[in-house]
């Protein structure tokens, strides 16, 4: 793969890699250590409403320190954010189980979340030559499924080594280590934002990026249902450990097709609708709902096209956004993903005691929808998008 390892190949980009995966390890690891910490005590209703607590933090916060680091620098947000995390797990993990503290130091915890994605992202084209950007998207965006399949084991491992507690304070410890060395990197010292016209809605003033923003909340939606459906199949299958196995597969998957897609030339917007339908196709043959084994491999084939709809959504916002908008614009992505994850999630647990079958039309739905989004979003427009090439 020679765009794959011109990448790799690039100066900083292997650190640069291993510390950024270990700050975001905690996104993947610290929904489940919250769960079980809260979960010990208190009903799966409350121990969920930490867990949500968490993702609101972190999906508010994203946008707001991406702004700042548009205007200022990466290092000294990535600092303050991570300390600022890590005294909410700090809080809840020594809060003896009281509710208030919990929600407070959950809601903390996931308003610090270091900007590491965003910040890599913005990286990229001071990283790699400008033909290989698309490559680096591609593996970051690959290379990133690895922590939902480690992270989960991470927390188990703490939990069983030493109690629940454990689970949120390694939480902290990965974050804060993952940002030094991220931060202390030398191209992560020098980068300073693009200076640009500063305008209250950033890169939201463009039209066709809010609309790809609605088309990833979709996208998002689709991949945050599989984890509740899966669970429910697995459950139906008699073994409810199933489900760790099966969306470890699908992890597989985009990890594979984030590999392969590294070979892929880059691509403009009018790549959008293709990498979207390929994506909300890959959700039909779930459908079947097979036994175990083939249920495995078509969720592995279900996470294929995710890592090539991603790159082309992050490619596109590039491109679309005005300059000093970068971070800023790939966090609202990241956000946009959350959120319809956690709708997807949220929506998802009552089609179950519909029917697995129909649960897992939900999947294809959003993606169908997501195609037309990102549709509309590559249609050529009749005068200049206030847009730049970096």
Do not use: N
Not at 206 to 222: Q, Y
Not at 266 to 282: E, N, Q, S, T, V
Not at 291 to 297: D, E, F, R, T, V
């Amino acid at each position: 793969m020679p765009s794959l390892s011109t990448v790799l190949r690039a100066k900083h980009v292997r650190a640069l890699l291993v510390s950024s995966q270990t700050g975001r390890l905690p996104m993947a690891a610290a929904p489940l250590a919250l769960l079980l910490y809260a979960r010990e005590v208190h009903g799966l209703t409350l121990a969920g409403l930490v867990v949500a607590a968490y993702t609101a933090g972190m999906a508010v916060s994203a946008p707001l320190l991406a702004r700042i680091v548009d205007r200022w620098r990466q290092p000294p947000v990535l600092w303050g954010s991570a300390l600022l995390s890590g005294v909410g797990f700090v809080a809840v993990a020594v809060g003896d189980h009281r509710i208030p503290i919990m929600i407070a130091g959950a809601v903390l915890a996931g308003f610090g979340t270091p900007p590491l994605e965003a910040c890599l992202r913005a990286l990229w084209p001071a990283l790699v030559p400008a033909d290989s950007v698309a490559a680096a998207y591609s593996l970051d965006l690959a290379v990133q499924e690895v922590i939902y399949v480690t992270g989960p084991l991470v927390t188990l491992a703490a939990v069983g080594l030493a109690g629940p507690a454990a689970g949120l304070l390694v939480m902290a410890v990965l974050q804060l280590v993952g940002v030094a060395g991220f931060a202390l990197t030398p191209v992560v010292r020098t980068w300073r934002g693009e200076a640009g016209v500063r305008h209250w809605a950033g890169p939201l003033r463009v039209p066709r990026f809010v609309v790809i923003v609605a088309g990833v909340i979709c996208a998002g939606a689709a991949v945050g249902s599989l984890p509740v459906v899966v669970t429910g199949y697995a459950e139906a299958a008699g073994s409810r450990s199933l489900s760790g196995w099966l969306l470890a597969a699908q992890a597989v998957g985009a990890l594979t097709g984030g590999l392969l897609y590294t070979r892929a030339k880059p691509g403009g917007p009018g790549r959008l609708p293709l990498a979207a339908c390929a994506f909300a196709l890959g959700y039909l043959p779930l459908l079947l709902v097979p036994g175990p084994i083939p249920m495995a491999a078509l969720l592995a084939v279900s996470g294929l096209a995710l890592p090539p709809l991603l790159t082309a959504v992050f490619l596109t916002a590039d491109r679309l956004t005005p300059p000093g908008t970068a971070v800023e614009a790939f966090a609202w992505i990241i956000t946009a993903f959350t959120v319809g994850s956690a709708a997807g999630a949220a929506v998802t647990g009552p089609l179950v005691a519909e029917g697995i079958r129909y649960a897992f039309t939900f999947a294809p739905l959003a993606g169908a929808v997501a195609v037309f989004a990102m549709t509309a979003a590559s249609l050529p427009l009749s005068r200049p998008a206030p847009a730049h090439h970096r």
